[in-house]
Antibody, heavy 117, light 113 residues
Framework: QVQLVESGGGVVQPGRSLRLSCAAS????????FDWVRQAPGRGLEWLTV????????YYTDSVKGRFTISRDNSENTIHLQMNRLTAGDTAVYYC??????????WGQGILVTVSS | DIVMTQSPDSLAVSLGERATINCKSS????????????LAWYQQKPGQPPKLLIY???TRESGVPDRFSGSGSGTDFTLTISSFQAEDVAVYYC??????????FGQGTKVEI
């Protein structure tokens, strides 16, 4: 079954860290780049970061640059998002998505991250 | 960064009627070397992740009904639903993926009956 499944979300205190994972199955993982996109409650989509098929290229939006790190493990078919120095503004549903040349053709169900004391 | 602005923010459409959503980018997303517009459209229903409808501005994703179509070039784009169905109630987003990131989404257009 072709799918992406996110994990690792939850409630975290401001200033702390959290690591999200995205497990891919049903397709050739190493041929694709992957993105993370988030959606704050009641808000629109915000593109966060992308990693290339081989992990050699990574890009971030300004709001997370220096705090978030995307990585991939091609042996485990998994994408990770390390999130540091979290603030209330990072509260959102985080989606992992498969990148087919920029457009996102497969999305996970999303995982909720709540930053609150 | 390229700013994507959608209009309108919300739209009410009668069943069977045409729905039109516009998306304007602050810079051209047409890559002259391959004549492709780096623009996609997504549909998001409540409680669900987004779903890809259109990429390269006008290429329909496999399995997407042909009542959905995309058009435009450069900075101005349109998503058209030719005959609106009840299952098309959703929020629609445009997305530019031109050259080097960061890539950006429009603010979304909520379409209701």
């Amino acid at each position: 079954q072709v799918q992406l499944v996110e994990s690792g979300g939850g409630v975290v205190q401001p200033g702390r860290s959290l690591r999200l994972s995205c497990a891919a199955s049903g397709f050739s993982f190493s041929e694709y780049g992957f993105d993370w996109v988030r959606q704050a409650p009641g808000r629109g989509l915000e593109w966060l970061t992308v990693i290339s098929y081989d992990g050699s290229q990574k890009y971030y939006t300004d709001s997370v640059k220096g705090r978030f790190t995307i990585s991939r493990d091609n042996s485990e078919n998994t994408i990770h998002l390390q999130m540091n120095r979290l603030t209330a503004g990072d509260t959102a549903v985080y989606y992992c998505a498969r990148d087919s040349g920029g457009y996102l053709d497969l999305w996970g169900q999303g995982i909720l991250v709540t930053v609150s004391s | 960064d390229i700013v994507m602005t959608q209009s309108p923010d919300s739209l009410a459409v009668s069943l069977g009627e045409r729905a039109t959503i516009n998306c304007k980018s602050s810079r051209s997303v047409l890559y002259s070397s391959n004549n492709k517009n780096y623009l996609a459209w997504y549909q998001q229903k409540p409680g669900q992740p987004p779903k890809l409808l259109i990429y390269w501005a006008s290429t329909r994703e496999s399995g997407v009904p042909d009542r959905f179509s995309g058009s435009g070039s450069g900075t101005d784009f349109t998503l058209t639903i030719s005959s609106f169905q009840a299952e098309d109630v959703a929020v629609y987003y445009c997305h530019q993926y031109y050259t080097i990131p960061p890539w950006t989404f429009g603010q979304g257009t909520k379409v209701e009956i």
